[in-house]
């Protein structure tokens, strides 16, 4: 799976909170801050940058997987 290297912290936030039930609670600073309750709870934070660096991406969407208990590969097609 190559991961985008376009992707905005925007897009990405967006995105969780659209398709995977994330919740923006507030920013701080260049920081978006999400929240969610379901399957239990988990906190992330995402930089509100125009392009999300690899590792981060990568580091972000294999939280959510093992949250959520789905392929990294699924999150990422739900977001484009």
Do not use: F
């Not at 905005?8 to 995977?20: K, M, N």
């Not at 660096?53 to 789905?70: D, E, F, M, P, Y």
């Amino acid at each position: 799976m190559k991961l985008p290297r376009d992707l905005s912290g925007e897009q990405l936030a967006a995105g969780l909170c659209r398709r995977w039930n994330y919740k923006r609670i507030h920013q701080v600073g260049s920081h978006i801050i999400l929240e969610t309750e379901i399957p239990s709870h988990q906190r992330l934070v995402i930089p509100a940058h125009k392009a999300v660096n690899v590792g981060t991406l990568g580091n972000i969407l294999r939280a959510v997987s093992s949250h959520k208990g789905v392929s990294k590969e699924m999150i990422l097609q739900s977001l484009r």
